[in-house]
């Protein structure tokens, strides 16, 4: 599964950016899929997931703020980020895993996103 995120960039804080990512192969419809953000020299961190019946999970940081979607025709996966701060100042990755497995085992280039 080839992904690729587009989407990022830099806003003010408060304002808002919306993450998509593309499957360039395969197929979205049965993939556990989550966005993943990490800033230089920090370990990564798991912002927000969805699973195969599209259910979402965020992190404690981003609830009420950012929301993930998946439109499976498109193959597409979005992260909507509303009210942004400073501090979600990251790149951003797309990736995906077979729901069974606790690991992603594919992940996109990344996009970068800057609030300030």
């Known amino acids: 599964v080839q992904l690729v995120e587009s989407g990022g960039g830099e806003v003010q804080d408060g304002g808002s950016l919306r993450l998509s990512c593309a499957a360039r192969?395969?197929?979205?419809?049965?993939?556990?899929m989550g966005w993943i953000r990490q800033v230089s020299g920090k370990e990564r961190e798991g912002v927000a997931s969805i699973d195969s019946d599209d259910t979402p999970t965020y992190a404690d940081s981003v609830k009420g703020r950012f929301t993930i979607a998946k439109d499976n025709a498109k193959n597409t996966l979005y992260l909507q980020m509303n009210s942004l701060k400073p501090e979600d100042t990251a790149m951003y990755y797309c990736?995906?895993?077979?729901?069974?497995?606790?690991?992603?085992?594919?992940w996109g280039q990344g996009t970068q996103v800057t609030v300030s």
């Open positions: 990736a995906a895993r077979l729901c069974f497995s606790a690991n992603y085992h594919y």
């Open positions: 192969t395969g197929t979205f419809r049965s993939a556990c």
